[in-house]
């Protein structure tokens, strides 16, 4: 059987987003391109990884900051991720069509609002697509509530602070999101990290990479 994308070559595996057999080729080039792809299928994983690490030989890591990955840092404000992550993946559940480059023009937008409030200038970068902006109002609103009533801290977040914590978020999923318009590989990543987290909460806290 021909595989139905592409009408040439041999269809040798089964698509979940397309309930179809696809062959190899069209699975590879489209996969989060034009197949919207469920995050359970073995060959997306499996694509992932294989891409991830041609990134890495190729030297297209992104930098990090290095004080913002210390362990001081990240135990410091863990509780804070865990909240950012749980708002975006809440996020997640009500808009499935959620993307891993929204959730990075979101922090972008974020970044610059707080980067101009840093310097006494009120100013909001609000994103334009209606999904960001409905992410960009509940990372905000968290932001700007007093961390006591939410168990972060006795103390509201500083402008510095928040500013720090959405530079790590960014600088987070700059190690994993790969070059594809559906990627949702950063949002996958969130799940799993916030998962191990509620289940070792007791546990020293810590960023898992793939």
């Known amino acids: 059987m021909k595989c139905p994308l ?124 209606t999904i960001q902006k409905n992410l960009y109002r509940a990372l905000k609103s968290f932001l700007e509530t007093s961390d006591k009533e939410l168990d972060v801290s006795h103390n509201r977040l500083n402008t510095s602070t928040i500013l720090d914590c959405l530079r790590f978020q960014k600088e987070l999923a700059a190690t994993i999101v790969l070059p594809r318009p559906k990627s949702r590989a950063f949002l996958d990543h969130l799940e799993e990290m916030y998962s191990h987290s509620a289940s070792t909460l007791k546990e020293q806290p810590k960023i898992i990479l793939p």
């Open 6 to 129: 592409c009408e040439n070559r041999k269809a040798k595996r089964f698509c979940p987003a397309k309930a179809i057999q696809i062959c190899p080729v069209c699975c590879g080039t489209k996969r989060e391109v034009e197949i919207d792809c469920p995050s359970n299928c073995v060959y997306l994983h499996e694509g992932r990884e294989y891409e991830s690490e041609r990134m890495v030989r190729r030297g297209l890591w992104v930098a990090r900051t290095e004080r913002l990955w210390q362990d001081a840092f990240i135990n410091q404000h863990y509780q804070v991720f865990l909240s950012l992550w749980a708002i975006i993946l809440d996020e997640r559940d009500r808009f499935p069509e959620l993307v891993d480059s929204d959730v990075q023009m979101t922090l972008d937008a974020l970044i610059q609002t707080y980067e101009t409030l840093e310097k006494g200038i009120y100013y909001t970068s609000s994103p334009t697509s």
